[in-house]
């Protein structure tokens, strides 16, 4: 493969990838936002957004095998976007929550196939290629403009049907000519292959990695509850679009404007980090009035989300092992949904409060136990003359 080749494939899977986190990003908040407003009750919008969840793991174990030729590609990817759109298009006509099952199942089986394009162009690099801070980051741009104002159904039913089919016809485009090849060795199949958090066993056994583990949770209750939290904020007339903009900001600016650095850092400040985001969008939330009390939130734990999504790329041996389904993942994804749901229904903006302060809450325990067992640890060393252990490295390669 020549320089140049070799440069327009590196292109293409850039373009793959920032469609397939554009459709993540915009799916997520615009199926969301439909299902809070026509579901008879909270619970059932949150339930509605644990069905998508699910269904993206569902498709995603099948379309991110491989195997699938360019022919049965096209069908599907057509067939994916023209269900999303009439879903999309019939939920605001007479549809209700019809028409949006319609647009859960193509929307889902879309991301997965847009993953499964993200692996075929992944693969046939020459090299391995970049974490996907700048992509991913694109994609949320993007999926930020095609979403505008959440609160306007009509037009947000106009808006993500353009987007959708738009974005089929780029994978459709960026696949052509590419063929189909085994994934490497050290590389999972799951959803966006390896760009996604996948935690690896043994993670929760080790201290150190619960407040960076915590932090790639903040996204679920974040991302399912953002047009609830946008419509309250509105009431406050802070426009929806723009706490839609700010959370996405948070997620990726971080990442994206200081990944060098977050390359760099051990698993120790890495941990020190989210924890103080964690913490600090815990207290905002408890504290500070409204509506600055969800938007530090939506900064804060979107920021502590991005940094432990980047500094998990940055670290190999902290992501999943190869073969890892996404449907397990999906699977709990969904169930905490649902949990979180009935929480809210139960307390509306408290509820919210609540799980989140939790996160903060939790990881400051566990950070400050372990460095209190620490602490000990060296005290009785120094007391017997046992030379302490070496900390820092051991932990980057734990899991």
């Not at 494939?9 to 990838?17: C, D, E, Q, T, Y």
């Not at 992944?122 to 104002?149: I, N």
């Not at 400050?368 to 120094?382: E, H, I, K, T």
Request: glycine share 10%.
């Amino acid at each position: 493969m020549t320089k140049a080749a070799a440069a327009a494939m590196r292109f293409r899977l850039m373009l793959a990838r920032a469609c397939a986190w554009s459709l993540l990003v915009a799916g997520w908040i615009g199926i969301g936002s439909f299902a809070l407003y026509l579901a008879p009750s909270l619970s059932a919008g949150f339930a509605l957004v644990a069905m998508w969840l699910f269904a993206l793991g569902a498709a995603a174990t099948v379309a991110t095998r491989g195997g699938l030729r360019y022919p049965i590609l096209a069908i599907a990817l057509c067939a994916g976007a023209a269900l999303t759109a009439i879903g999309l298009r019939w939920t605001v006509s007479a549809g209700g929550l019809t028409a949006l099952m319609l647009a859960i199942v193509g929307w889902a089986a879309l991301t997965a196939l847009a993953s499964g394009v993200v692996r075929s162009l992944r693969v046939v690099q020459a090299a391995a290629p970049k974490p996907p801070v700048l992509p991913a980051s694109v994609g949320a741009l993007a999926a930020a403009l095609a979403l505008g104002d959440i609160g306007d159904l009509p037009l947000l039913s106009m808006r993500l049907t353009a987007f959708v089919s738009a974005t089929a016809v780029v994978l459709l485009v960026l696949r052509w000519g590419v063929a189909e090849r085994a994934p490497r060795p050290g590389c999972r199949a799951g959803l966006f292959d390896c760009s996604l958090p996948a935690w690896p066993e043994g993670a929760w056994r080790d201290g150190l990695q619960w407040p960076i583990l915590l932090a790639g949770f903040a996204m679920l209750p974040m991302m399912a509850s953002l047009p609830l939290m946008a419509a309250w904020c509105s009431a406050d007339s802070v426009p929806p679009q723009s706490m839609v903009l700010l959370h996405l900001a948070a997620m990726f600016g971080p990442a994206l404007l200081f990944k060098q650095l977050i390359a760099r850092w051990s698993l120790r400040v890495l941990s020190f980090v989210c924890t103080a985001l964690l913490v600090t969008g815990a207290l905002m939330v408890a504290w500070a009035p409204s509506p600055y009390d969800l938007l530090g939130l939506a900064v804060t734990h979107g920021a502590a989300w991005g940094i432990a999504w980047s500094g998990q790329l940055w670290g190999p041996e902290r992501r999943g092992r190869q073969g890892t389904s996404p449907l397990h993942a999906a699977f709990g994804y969904a169930l905490f949904t649902l949990i979180f749901g009935s929480i809210v229904e139960q307390a509306g903006t408290r509820g919210v409060a609540v799980v989140q302060a939790s996160l903060g809450l939790v990881a400051a325990s566990v950070w400050l136990a372990g460095y209190a067992v620490a602490g000990l640890s060296r005290f009785a060393n120094a007391r017997s003359g046992t030379p302490a252990k070496a900390s820092g490295g051991g932990h980057d390669a734990a899991g």
